[in-house]
T-cell receptor, first 114, second 110 residues
Framework: DAGVIQSPRHEVTEMGQEVTLRCKPISGHNSLFWYRQTMMRGLELLIYFNNNVPIDDSGMPEDRFSAKMPNASFSTLKIQPSEPRDSAVYFC????????????FGNGTRLTVT | RKEVEQDPGPFNVPEGATVAFNCTYSNSASQSFFWYRQDCRKEPKLLMSVYSSGNEDGRFTAQLNRASQYISLLIRDSKLSDSATYLCVSSTGTASKLTFGTGTRLQVTL
């Protein structure tokens, strides 16, 4: 039973480069979330999709960040241009939209921008 | 002030000890509460939901105090494998409204 699949697991890039993170949610889940985790700020919600439609992107830090969900089985989070302060672990999670359905997280992408 | 606040710890306890974590939330509209567990360099995983009447799952007991706006997690007979960071989570509705605390780190030692 495949869980949420993220790629790459690790990404090291230089400041100014474009970074694309990928996520495949659990089949049948209709909600998808992108989170960022740092030691100082913990887990922060960046954007949330419901049935492939972005519902809340108020957590996206700035215009350098963009996210897409072209179909129910794939989403991307893009940072262009990347900056050192973007270094963090980025988690994708999926769930059913109803009530108290738990979030299922992917393994995360550890991003380092030098 | 953070919406969900936790003592970051670390809590260092010997194997077999009982340990309790508290968490406070500031949004009175919060309806649902959860504890997630996160191992080092791993993703968070749901440990248990927290119900108004309190609930127990084996060695783990969760309590909710709406009047004081705090949630607690009690771990009895702690094991080495309980070593992890425990994230307190509140929600005002659906999964999209989850707010995570920064976590409390537990280290269980021999």
């Amino acid at each position: 039973d495949a869980g949420v699949i993220q790629s790459p697991r690790h990404e090291v890039t230089e400041m100014g480069q474009e970074v694309t993170l990928r996520c495949k949610p659990i089949s049948g889940h209709n909600s998808l979330f992108w989170y960022r985790q740092t030691m100082m700020r913990g887990l922060e919600l960046l954007i949330y999709f419901n049935n492939n439609v972005p519902i809340d992107d108020s957590g996206m830090p700035e215009d350098r960040f963009s996210a897409k969900m072209p179909n129910a089985s794939f989403s991307t989070l893009k940072i262009q241009p990347s900056e050192p302060r973007d270094s963090a672990v980025y988690f994708c999670a999926s769930s059913l939209v109803e009530g108290n359905s738990p979030l299922h997280f992917g393994n995360g992408t550890r991003l380092t921008v030098t | 002030r953070k919406e969900v606040e936790q003592d970051p710890g670390p809590f260092n306890v010997p194997e077999g000890a009982t340990v309790a974590f508290n968490c406070t939330y500031s949004n009175s509209a919060s309806q649902s509460f959860f504890w997630y567990r996160q191992d080092c360099r791993k993703e968070p995983k749901l440990l248990m939901s927290v119900y108004s009447s309190g609930n127990e799952d084996g060695r783990f007991t969760a309590q909710l105090n709406r009047a004081s706006q705090y949630i607690s997690l009690l771990i009895r007979d702690s094991k080495l494998s309980d070593s992890a960071t425990y994230l307190c989570v509140s929600s005002t509705g659906t999964a999209s409204k989850l707010t995570f605390g920064t976590g409390t780190r537990l280290q269980v030692t021999l």
